[in-house]
Nanobody
């Protein structure tokens, strides 16, 4: 059974760094899109970063460009989100998502089929 498991969240002070990991298992076909999304209380889920085309393409929301870096391991089963210079507004539940299809828009939250349970990131000022 397909599964995505996130880890690495925590509570930090503004300016600190965290690295989130998402391990994919149970997939019988190659994953195309892998993305990170976040949802703060009372807000809609939003895209943060993504990686697809076997790591050849990356995407970042404007709010995290220059601070966050998305990457994959060589086996393409684990995706990482390095988050530097964290701000209080980065506080949210961070979810990893994956999709196998090669023709979807990997920047869109509603294109993803598989989702992890999420890991909480809390940034205090």
């Amino acid at each position: 059974q397909e599964q995505l498991v996130e880890s690495g969240g925590g509570s930090v002070q503004a300016g600190w760094s965290l690295t989130l990991s998402c391990e994919a298992s149970g997939f019988t076909d190659s994953i195309n899109c892998m993305g990170w999304f976040r949802q703060a209380p009372g807000k809609e889920r939003e895209g943060v970063a993504g990686i697809w085309d076997r790591g050849g393409t990356t995407y970042y929301a404007d709010s995290v460009k220059g601070r966050f870096t998305v990457s994959q391991d060589n086996a393409k089963t684990t995706v990482y989100l390095q988050m530097n210079s964290l701000k209080p507004e980065d506080t949210a539940m961070y979810h990893c998502a994956a999709d196998l299809r090669t023709w979807v828009d990997c920047t869109k939250v509603n294109e993803y089929t598989y989702w992890g349970q999420g890991t909480q990131v809390t940034v205090s000022s």
